[in-house]
Structure formats: structure tokens, C-alpha cells
């Protein structure tokens, strides 16, 4: 995962996503913000990341992914993209020593590349499921080819994903390097039992970003967004 708190460009030039794209991250005064008390006692904590982890009913994605031929790693990041459009708290990001505000929401994802290793690609959250599924599709196909990573930009406050598909897993908690302060979903292998597949997913996210409450509510959503 690269560092949010370095200014970079897009690596691709793509003229359908380019016109999506706008200025919108500005820094805030923290004490203009829900998230004051937090910044001051967060921001410089040997360990500001907390870790939730809830197994997930994913039964409808993979019928979903079954009948209509999508990709459930996709299916997954849409319905992580949809319940965080609907959780304040991720348009919030603390980038080095400051808070920043966002308009603009992605996910990425890990894809594995032609020569065998691995690359991450941005793709930026449309409630729209043909629309993000085309995005998908057309970015990490560009990625895979190209080994290179695909970054959306700044304008993006990028909820970060890692699947390991396949291996089970109960849950894991990620490195904190004091320089990627994004929100991060990591899950493994689903599993099947009688007519029901759950999924065990860990999320972490900054303690200065948000709190327990709001980060357990965006898992119930996430929970939500897969069973509709």
C-alpha cells in the first residue's frame, strides 16, 4: 500500500474517469469537526489503528456472482464502497500531522500481475453496479497487463482491501508503518454450510477517523448492502 500523506497522479490517463475527477480534499480545522477530541488524542499514538472483525452472510453474492457471471471480489468491494458512502466518518482522513476532508470515495484492490507478483488498483465507488463493475473490470485488466499500480489521486479517500481467497481465515490484524492511516478490509476464503456462505472479514481503520460505534454500524451496513 503507498502512503497517502505523498501528493501523486494518476498512473493511468483514462478520459471516462478523468472527467469524474475533482478537487475535492481540503484540509479542516479538527476542532470545526466531530473529530476533535479524537485528533488530539489519536494523532500521535504509537498505535492509532483498531481492528473489528464480523463474519459476514455473503450467500447472496455468491449467487449473485454464480447466475450473472460477476467477479465476487468485485461484488464485495461495490457493496464495501456503497456502505461507506453512507458512513460519515470515511469522508474524514488524517494525512500526516493534518485532517483532511474528502467528497470522493474508492476501494482498492490487490491484483495479480502477469509476471507473478502483485500490483494495487483504485476504483472509484459508484452506487451504480454496471458502472463500477465496468471500472473494475477495465482498470485491473490495465493493471494486470501493466504491473504497474493504478492510484486514482488525492481527490480520493481510498478504503484499502486484501483478499485472500485461497485460504481461510479468522481474521487478521495489519502492520501500522505511521504512514497509511486509510481504512483496510482483509478477508480470506468463504465458506460453505448447508445453504448458507459466510465470510469472516477484519476491518481496520485510524481511531482519529472514527470511532467503534460508527465503524461497527458500517459493517451492519456492509452486512445490509450484501443481502439486498
Request: contains cysteine; negative net charge.
Amino acid at each position: 500500500m503507498m502512503c497517502y500523506d505523498k501528493i501523486y497522479l494518476p498512473l493511468l490517463t483514462e478520459p471516462d474517469l478523468t472527467n469524474r475527477m475533482e478537487n475535492d480534499m481540503k484540509e479542516v480545522d479538527p476542532k470545526s469537526t466531530s473529530r476533535a477530541l479524537a485528533f488530539e488524542l489519536w494523532m500521535k499514538a504509537p498505535m492509532p489503528m483498531v481492528t473489528l472483525m464480523k463474519t459476514l452472510d455473503v450467500t447472496a453474492l455468491v449467487r449473485m456472482s454464480r447466475k450473472k457471471g460477476y467477479k465476487f471480489n468485485m461484488l464485495l468491494c461495490w457493496c464495501i464502497g456503497k456502505a461507506a458512502e453512507q458512513t460519515k466518518d470515511f469522508y474524514l482522513l488524517p494525512v500526516g500531522d493534518k485532517l483532511m476532508q474528502y467528497d470522493r470515495l474508492a476501494v482498492n484492490t490487490v491484483v495479480a500481475t502477469r509476471d507473478g507478483s502483485i500490483a494495487t488498483c483504485d476504483i472509484p465507488v459508484s452506487a451504480d453496479l454496471e458502472q463500477f463493475n465496468q471500472d473494475y473490470l477495465k482498470l485491473t485488466g490495465q493493471v494486470r497487463e501493466s504491473g504497474e499500480n493504478y492510484e486514482l489521486g488525492e481527490e480520493y479517500m481510498v478504503i484499502g482491501t486484501s483478499a485472500l481467497a485461497g485460504y481461510e481465515i479468522d481474521g487478521a490484524v495489519n502492520i501500522y508503518a505511521g504512514c497509511y492511516n486509510n481504512p483496510f478490509l482483509i478477508w480470506g476464503k468463504y465458506r460453505k454450510k448447508w445453504l448458507r456462505t459466510t465470510l469472516p472479514v477484519s476491518f481496520q481503520f485510524h481511531h482519529t477517523q472514527m470511532d467503534g460505534i460508527p465503524a461497527a454500524e458500517f459493517l451492519e451496513r456492509l452486512q445490509r448492502e450484501i443481502l439486498q
